[in-house]
T-cell receptor, first 111, second 115 residues
Framework: NAGVTQTPKFRILKIGQSMTLQCTQD?????MYWYRQDPGMGLKLIYY???????DKGEVPNGYNVSRSTTEDFPLRLELAAPSQTSVYFC??????????FGPGTRLTVL | KQEVTQIPAALSVPEGENLVLNCSFT??????LQWFRQDPGKGLTSLLL?????REQTSGRLNASLDKSSGRSTLYIAASQPGDSATYLC??????????????FGEGTQLTVNP
């Protein structure tokens, strides 16, 4: 099992550009999550999904969008990048809310 | 709203010392509590998961305890080693969270074990 994989590992965007952060899990988990982690801070939930076709907002959803067309994939889209979105983004998955498993993260800088 | 606090924010100890990391939460209505380890520039690795009905969980040199009534959990690390140096995060899943099982995270304790 590869677990939770995320691409890319690093990315630099200019203000106003858009991009998609990819997340895939091969554990057949039904729940998936996107978090952001700012320096010295805990993790804040952006969006989550309890199954294919079902998504919902977390604590800090503004400026982001998600989709969940398959059990395995949960991409996160930034439409108009802003400096405030400079952060490290983590994807996680779990089976029906049992312990969450995290990907290695994507480090995003918006200049 | 559930809030999770971890004190201290940073801790430095000599190798071989036993140590305790603290986590407190404001709402005792939790389903479970999870301790994670995060190495610099890396993702989170789950260490221990304690269900609300449990008092403690052990894995090797790690022991996590849970006291729901007082809103506290501790992570005990025995005979610390330089390889234990990392940031340790705790996260709670509230019982009121019926959809998505979302976690609320503390800000972490950065542990340094000096050789």
């Amino acid at each position: 099992n590869a677990g939770v994989t995320q691409t890319p590992k690093f990315r630099i965007l200019k203000i106003g550009q858009s991009m998609t952060l990819q997340c895939t899990q091969d554990m057949n988990h039904n729940y998936m999550y996107w978090y952001r982690q700012d320096p010295g801070m805990g993790l804040k939930l952006i969006y989550y999904s309890v199954g294919a076709g079902i998504t919902d907002k977390g604590e800090v959803p503004n400026g982001y969008n998600v989709s969940r067309s398959t059990t395995e994939d949960f991409p996160l889209r930034l439409e108009l990048a802003a400096p405030s979105q400079t952060s490290v983004y983590f994807c996680a998955s779990s089976y029906s809310g049992r312990g969450q498993f995290f990907g290695p993260g994507t480090r995003l800088t918006v200049l | 709203k559930q809030e999770v606090t971890q004190i201290p924010a940073a801790l430095s100890v000599p190798e071989g010392e036993n140590l305790v990391l603290n986590c407190s939460f404001t709402d005792s209505a939790i389903y479970n509590l999870q301790w994670f380890r995060q190495d610099p520039g890396k993702g989170l690795t789950s260490l221990l998961l304690i269900q609300s009905s449990q008092r403690e969980q052990t894995s090797g040199r790690l022991n996590a305890s849970l006291d729901k009534s007082s809103g506290r959990s501790t992570l005990y690390i025995a005979a610390s080693q330089p390889g234990d140096s990392a940031t340790y995060l705790c996260a709670v899943r509230p019982t009121t969270e019926t959809s998505g099982s979302r976690l609320t995270f503390g800000e972490g304790t950065q542990l340094t074990v000096n050789p």
